[in-house]
């Protein structure tokens, strides 16, 4: 069983970065590929990025290549998502996701947090 728990959500003009964290909890985190969703108003949820459970290949949408990060640290059972050069269009609900498997997560993952706002104002 993994629980996830987003934070680093908030308002940010336009151009602007954030970094969103999500603290996983579960003896299986470091074992796990890591993902992250997002859900703009009025649209489905949408993959974003994903990494391998050794940190050492990441996926990416192509709407935020070249200016989204996915990082983990699984001493702290944490997974990041730096977030620069931010767009109004970016504004959505984040959510962090984690499955056994790296299709799934980009797919469908298992394990879901409860989410965090980013507003991006322009």
């Known amino acids: 069983q993994v629980q996830l728990v987003e934070s680093g959500g908030g308002l940010v003009q336009t151009g602007g970065s954030l970094r969103l964290s999500c603290a996983a909890s579960?003896?299986?985190?470091?074992?796990?590929?890591m993902g992250w969703f997002r859900q703009a108003p009025g649209k489905e949820r949408e993959f974003v990025a994903a990494i391998t459970w050794t940190g050492g290949n990441m996926h990416y949408a192509d709407p935020v290549k070249g200016r989204f990060t996915i990082s983990r640290d699984n001493a702290k059972n944490t997974v990041y998502l730096q977030m620069n050069s931010l767009k109004p269009e970016d504004t959505a609900v984040y959510y962090c996701?984690?499955?056994?498997?790296?299709?799934?997560?980009?797919?469908?993952?298992?394990?879901w947090g409860q989410g965090t706002q980013v507003t991006v104002s322009s």
């Open positions: 579960g003896r299986t985190f470091s074992s796990y590929p």
């Open positions: 996701a984690s499955d056994p498997s790296l299709y799934m997560v980009v797919r469908s993952p298992t394990y």
